[in-house]
Each structure stands twice: as C-alpha cells, then as structure tokens.
C-alpha cells in the first residue's frame, strides 16, 4: 500500500496564553498542498512572514525550541509540532498572532484534539519518509546526553531521564507506535524544578504559567519565604507540597510523565528534520539543543541519501528498453553524431540513457590526443539527445518529429571523461509540456561522479515534408 501524504480536512483555530510572555495567542491551522511541509505564519508581523519548521532556522533552545527567519520568530514549537507528527500530518500552515505558541495546559493534548476536530484528509502524493539505513549517533560529554537512530521498519521512540535528583530519580518511556500517541504520550506535561522555577520567576521569564500547565518537582527546602513567592506567582491562597514530591493542585498522569513528556519534545523536535522518520529513536537525558542537534544530523544525513537515491545505476545484465538501433527510429541522428547507445528506463517524467566512450571516437583524433578527453559540448549534445527521446516519446509518432534544443542554461563539467568512461545520464522534466516546450535537468554521471549538469528548454516539432 503507497502512504499518502495528508492534510487537514478543514481550517481549526486554538487560543492561550504564552507560558514566557502571559500574552494571549491564536493559532489557525490550515490545510496546504502537498510538498507544502509545516510553516509558521506571523501574521501579526508586516508582510505576514512565513518560517518552515526546519532544523536549519532554530536559533535558541533555552526553555524551549526557538524557529528563527530574517526577523519573525516563534518560540515554544516543540508541543505543536508533536501533535502534528503524532496525527501522521505532512503539509499544515500554522498562523499566529504573536511570537510563542500558547502553553495550554503544557503538553500536545489540546493541540491533538483541535487538529482531529479538523480531521485528516489523503493527497494525491507519496509520503516521503527519512528512512534510517545505519546506526547514527550523536553524544554530548558535558551533559552526558546522547541520541541514537536505529533502523526500524516503523518510527519508534525510548527515552531516559536522570537529572541527578532523589524527587525525580531514573525513568523511562518508549513509544513503539505512533497510533498511541494521543493516549500515552501527548497527555504528558512539560516539568520543572523548583529551583529552576524560581530562577525563571525572579528573571520574569514564566509570566503564563500556573499550577495546571506545569509539573514542579520540588527538589529543595520549601521554606515559608519560597511558599509566598509561589503563591503570589501563580494566585493562589495556599501552596503545597504532595507526597510524591511535586507542587499540588495537579495530578500526575502517569507515573513517568516526565520521561513521557521528553519523549513528546523529542518527537516534537525531530519533526524540524523536514520529513516523518522511519527508524527507532534511542534518547539518554535529551532535551531541546541536543533534540535539534540531532535533527540537523539528520538532516545531513537525508540530504546525501536523497543525492545518492538520484544518482542512476547501470545494471550490464539489464534489458535496455531502447537498444541503438531502436533509438534510431526515434531520434533523426546518425554515427558518428549518434552519441545515445541504449535507453535503461524511461517514464513520463524521465529518461536514463548510456553512452559507452571509446577510443574509436572519431573526436579523440584532434581533441587533445596525448590527452583525450570527451569535449563538454559533445557531452552536453549526448545529454540533449537523451533528453530527445524523453521528449518524443510523449507523442505516437516520433517517427515524424524533430526536438529542437531553445535554450541550455547553468553548464556544469565536474570532471573530465576520458576513453574506457560510460556515460549514465538522467533528465527529468521540470514541468508539464506546453505548447511543445519541454523544461529539463539534465545530469550526466560516471558510476557515482556526477561529471556534468544542465538545464535544458526544447521544442518539439514536426517535421515539414510530413506535415
């Protein structure tokens, strides 16, 4: 079964406050196109600047994850993001009026169940997925923190907490299927220390919490001074330790909810890599710098698979679907300016052609022949040709046309080809043809080595005496 991308069935809207500013804040979630991915939008910023959830434009991680493009920011993405991975959600524009998301009551539950009011609706293109093919590893001595993607034939998550404290102590959660998010993950409520609290109170930086957004454990002596401080902080008449060692007025939800919480913002996180994961996620004491170290790795990583995925393989075993003498039915062109010897796969959108270089070329005999080499123009002829027979073969006839070559832009020679080279190249059309004007990128390899690229614009045309 081909997993389809998805999209949001119809626009829903969600409202709170900042836990760091205490400022009221709106997000619309909207459906996008497919290969639209996640976007923040501030529209209350001139222009209405939009930032990709990407690895690439986080700029702080201090209390959270911070998205960062030419002058727009959103902080606090984390929770928002889990729930959009939670709910299998590839392309969604997120608007908001200012510049964190709402805390809510701390964790992805509200966000989840907005986001299923709107439902989820299938698009017409496959889900690419970063699949993890060998170990990747990231460590951080100073914290002892450390990340490791495994291979896995789905995405799977286990985390470890351990920050030292007898309030806390060690714990533990995994996640082994995303359809169980909603129940035993997105429930689960960011947490703090009381020191760390009382850090962020005295610097004004938590002016939109309260007891019901927030886990406090309290790893210190709760001394009379500390307990009218928290209680003037968050409105209260009475202030509390449980037995369990957190503040009261809340309820644990579990009892590793801190481990489960930090296995949402690693979720949450690794969403900036720019594509759902396949692969089992291993997490020891994680959080928001090392979460979106990691994605970038990842990122790293995705980007050379993607080029070597794009790279053609010659198979000598393998049937050509054009051998020479079939191409020339097709193409107008005679040795020795017939430069395309088989065709190995061609589809609507792309062709993957071979040329085998000799020594026989009639073109070594007065280029450089203490030296050949293959002249870039004629690589670059070899390449329109192919890109010919993508061309014709959109039409019944080839037979009776002829494509002529418009425009050819960003030539590329990477290296040189040489007499004992095969030559694999692959084009791939850029957009539908109109009015006959086909639109290519054209790269040539030898084996994995990309020797030359370029853009390619043509014409196809019928011939006139067979008209």
């Known amino acids: 079964m081909i997993d389809q991308q998805h999209t949001l069935a119809q626009s829903v809207k969600i409202s709170g406050s900042g836990l760091h500013t205490g400022a009221e804040v709106s997000l619309h979630f909207h459906p996008a196109e497919a290969d639209f991915g996640l976007r923040f939008k501030r529209i209350d910023l001139e222009n209405e600047p939009e930032i990709p959830a990407l690895a690439k434009f986080v700029t702080h991680t201090e209390r959270g994850t911070t998205l960062e493009l030419g002058k727009a920011a959103v902080s606090t993405v984390e929770h928002v993001l889990a729930a959009l991975t939670g709910l299998g959600i590839d392309n969604c524009l997120i608007e908001v009026n200012g510049p964190e998301m709402p805390i809510m009551d701390g964790s992805s539950l509200p966000f989840v169940e907005v986001l ?87 610097h004004g930086l938590i002016r939109g919490g309260d007891l019901n957004n927030a886990i406090v454990y309290v790893d210190q002596e709760l001394s009379g001074e ?32 801190a481990a489960r919480h930090k296995l949402l913002d690693v979720i949450g996180d690794l969403r900036l890599l720019g594509a759902p994961i396949k692969g089992k996620i291993i997490a020891t004491k994680p959080g928001h710098k090392a979460n979106t170290t990691f994605a970038k790795l990842l990122a790293k990583v995705m980007k050379e698979d993607m080029q070597k995925a794009e790279i053609p393989t010659l198979d000598p075993d393998q049937t050509p679907v054009y051998n020479v003498t079939q191409i020339m ?139």
């Open 116 to 202: 299923e009011q709107a439902g989820a609706k299938e698009q017409d293109k496959e889900r690419h997925y970063f699949e993890v093919k060998e170990t990747i590893r990231f460590y951080d001595e100073d914290g002892e923190v450390e990340l490791i993607a495994l291979p896995s034939e789905k995405f799977e998550v286990s985390v470890m907490v351990d920050y030292g404290t007898k309030v806390l102590g060690s714990q533990n959660a995994e996640l082994k299927d995303l359809k169980d998010f909603k129940t035993e993950i997105a429930p689960c409520r960011t947490f703090s220390f009381l020191h760390e609290l009382e850090l962020l109170l005295d």
């Open 226 to 257: 500390k307990l009218e401080k928290l209680k003037a902080a968050f409105g209260k008449d009475k202030v509390s330790v449980k037995q369990n060692g957190i503040l009261d007025n809340l309820d644990l939800h579990f009892s590793n909810e």
């Open 329 to 467: 039915q097709i193409l107008p062109h005679r040795p020795p300016f017939l430069l395309v010897d088989k065709v190995m796969e061609i589809s609507t959108e792309h062709v993957v052609a071979v040329k085998s270089v000799t020594m026989n070329e009639p073109f070594f005999e007065g280029h450089f022949p203490g030296a050949p080499v293959m002249p870039g123009v004629l690589q670059v002829e070899a390449m329109a040709q192919a890109g010919g027979i993508l061309a014709l073969s959109t039409v019944p006839d080839p037979e009776n046309y002829l494509t002529y070559f418009l425009k050819i832009d960003n030539v590329r020679f990477k290296k040189q080809v040489v007499p004992g080279d095969t030559l694999i190249f692959k084009l791939v059309m850029n957009e539908p043809i109109r009015r006959g004007i086909v639109k290519m990128t054209g790269k040539a390899y030898v084996g994995s080595t990309l020797v030359c690229e370029a853009l390619m614009m043509a014409q196809i045309a019928k011939e006139k005496n067979k008209e």
